[in-house]
């Protein structure tokens, strides 16, 4: 039996990793006769109760650690002695299933970036993998970049010792081309082109107006504006949202896309829905949709704006005219590879007025018809590219196979 370890997967409370992982689980099984779907989660009990999970076994990705157990001595111990041997008690929830197991995919999207910080983490797992001599596939990743030097050099050298690396977007591509890596690496499409829409009931929360907006602003934003010790977004937000309304005769609905302690859309967004205070015109949809709802919700929208990536993507896999609010390379390189150009791209680093965000939504809005047949004509590529990275798969290991042979 083929037996897949899916890592690097956060929780279904983020619907971008949900998405990821419904798509991925649903090609291994096309590619694949009858495989077996390990998924290792950072919230494995609520993930196992997930109607995602059916079918597929949800493992720990690490033990909780008491302070003071052996795993925590241990950890704090390689922080001193900076061997990679230190970290193989972080993860021995994976030994049993890393030992039975035909390959390892990475799928966490961008955990090969410095969005979250340096990934050290991934880095010691990736030490873990090869250490028992299986496949590393870092599955539909943006990777970098990365300052020049020690730290990028650790990076470069444990991707080289991967099976395969499908890269979802170009400029990730080019960044690992500078530094050499070609043969190893193909490009895709993100898995979550793939998701099918599920319809949902809307008609408690769909807003008033001639068109409807959709809006996700992320509180993530923030991090990537150490500079300022206030949240300069959600007043810009809030302003935009007025605007979109009074000037522009839209209603707005605000749509979160992660839901989780400390990283939850819906809490920040249900902040400037009462902020705003356009009741009707301005609402906000539950959290407890699924990806595929969700990506319904989006499909139904006029226009979308949003920051979270696979949020974005479902609006472009469902033909929605979009603008992505970008804090990283990734939104660049995506919509590269689908308009040919960055115009709908909005750098969060360099926003400073409400009136950017209305601008590009008015230039979006008088290219409407234009946008939308070439997201129409785009459809097919896009799932194609999607599909490649199993036919890409099925070729690596067969490879590995064959190596193992001779």
């Not at 006769?33 to 997930?50: F, G």
Request: include cysteine; glycine fraction near 6%; aromatic fraction near 8%.
């Amino acid at each position: 039996m083929t037996t897949f370890l899916l890592v690097g997967h956060g929780g279904f409370y983020n619907r971008g990793c949900e998405a990821i992982v419904r798509t991925t689980v649903a090609l291994l099984r096309e590619r694949f006769k009858d495989p077996r779907i390990i998924l290792a989660s950072m919230s494995p009990d609520e993930d196992r109760s997930h109607e995602a999970a059916q079918g597929i076994e949800v493992i720990p990705h690490h033990p909780q650690m008491r302070r003071g157990s052996l795993s925590w001595t241990m950890k704090q111990l390689g922080k001193v002695t900076r061997h990679h041997w230190r970290w193989s008690t972080e993860f021995h929830t994976l030994w049993r299933p890393l030992a039975k197991c035909t390959a390892v995919l990475s799928i966490g999207g961008d955990n090969y970036t410095m969005d979250y910080g340096y990934p050290s983490y991934f880095l010691d797992l990736n030490e873990l993998v090869h250490g028992a001599r299986k496949p590393m596939i870092i599955w539909g990743a943006s990777i970098g970049p990365f300052p020049r030097g020690p730290e990028e050099d650790a990076v470069l050298g444990s991707l080289r010792r991967a099976a395969l690396i499908t890269a979802r977007e170009s400029t990730t591509m080019a960044y690992l081309a500078e530094a050499g890596l070609k043969d190893s690496v193909h490009a895709v499409a993100d898995p979550a082109f793939l998701l099918p829409a599920e319809a949902t009931d809307t008609s408690g929360y769909w807003p008033e107006g001639d068109a409807v907006l959709g809006l996700n602003i992320s509180p993530l934003l923030q991090r990537y504006r150490k500079e300022s010790p206030e949240d300069p977004f959600r007043p810009l937000a809030e302003q935009f949202t007025q605007d979109a309304v009074d000037r522009m005769s839209l209603g707005v609905l605000l749509i979160p896309h992660v839901v989780t302690e400390g990283n939850n859309d819906w809490e920040y967004l249900a902040r400037i829905c009462a902020d705003v205070d356009r009741p009707g015109r301005v609402t906000l949809a539950p959290p407890t949709l699924s990806a595929p709802q969700t990506k319904h919700v989006i499909s139904r929208c006029r226009y979308l704006v949003a920051a979270r990536t696979h949020a974005t993507i479902a609006g472009f896999s469902t033909g929605v005219p979009t603008i992505s609010l970008a804090y990283s390379r990734k939104a660049l390189g995506i919509n590269q590879d689908i308009f040919g150009h960055q115009r709908w791209v909005v750098d969060t680093h360099r926003l400073a007025r409400s009136a950017d965000l209305t601008d590009a939504l008015e230039a979006l809005i008088a290219e409407e018809t234009h946008v939308r047949q070439l997201l129409a004509a785009k459809q097919p590529v896009l799932r194609q590219q999607a599909r490649h990275g199993v036919d890409l798969l099925a070729t690596a290991l067969e490879a590995e196979e064959s190596y193992g042979r001779t």
